[in-house]
């Protein structure tokens, strides 16, 4: 079965940092985009980063970028987002999502999410 | 950016019901349009992708529709497992946007 697990999740005060993990299985991780999107509970639904398949390409949203860093480890299946100077509205379910091998980058697989609470 | 707008906000339909959701962007995304379907306490999934093209195991009553800048999802005869939050998301460039949901209700 093709799966996504988030791990790292956790109360972290304000301006410290929280790095997630999320561990992929039943596909061939090397060759898909992957990205980060997060959702407030009880609201929307937020893009936060991206990187592609070689770790060439990264992109983020304006709200975290130069906080938050995109990575992935194609050896071991792994994608991660590295979070400094955590906001309280930081605050969020975050998914790791991986993209559709079509050119159209529809997120095809989520993750169950990992909670991040940003409070002191 | 480019804003995602979607109408309405919420609706109320019964079971059999044919349900139409628009999502609007703010500039031209030609046919990078995906739609999603989430129940409460759980991850998205992904029924539609490239405004029209149905996601492996996803019923036929779901379908898409539109180009450029107006899309539309329709459910044509809504079962009791459709109730949920239904997001658009374009994909044409980053940041990738969301629209804000559409929730449908049992009326």
């Known amino acids: 079965d093709v799966q996504l697990v988030e791990s790292g999740g956790g109360l972290v005060q304000p301006g410290r940092s929280l790095r997630l993990s999320c561990a992929a299985s039943?596909?061939?991780?090397?060759?898909?985009?992957m990205h980060w999107v997060r959702q407030v509970p009880g609201k929307g639904l937020e893009w936060v980063a991206g990187?592609?398949?070689?770790?060439?390409?990264?992109d983020y949203a304006d709200s975290v970028k130069g906080r938050f860093t995109i990575s992935r480890d194609n050896a071991k299946n792994s994608l991660y987002v590295q979070m400094n100077s955590l906001r309280p509205e930081d605050t969020a379910l975050y998914y790791c999502?991986?993209?559709?091998?079509?050119?159209?980058?529809?997120?095809?697989?989520w993750g169950r999410g990992t909670m991040v609470t940003v409070s002191s | 950016d480019i804003q995602m707008t979607q109408s309405p906000s919420s609706l109320s339909a019964s079971v059999g019901d044919r349900v139409t959701i628009t999502c609007r962007a703010s500039q031209s995304i030609t046919s990078y349009l995906n739609w999603y379907q989430q129940k409460p306490g759980k991850a998205p999934n992904l029924l539609i992708y490239a405004a029209s093209s149905l996601h492996a195991g996803v019923p036929s009553r779901f379908s898409g529709s539109g180009s450029g800048t107006d899309f539309t999802l329709t459910i044509t005869s809504l079962r009791p497992e459709d109730f949920a939050t239904y997001y658009c998301q374009q994909s044409y460039n980053t940041p990738r946007t969301f629209g804000q949901g559409t929730r449908v209700e049992s009326k």
């Open positions: 999502t991986k993209v559709t091998l079509s050119s159209y980058d529809a997120f095809d697989v």
């Open positions: 039943g596909f061939s991780f090397e060759y898909y985009a």
């Open positions: 990187i592609n398949w070689n770790s060439d390409k990264t």
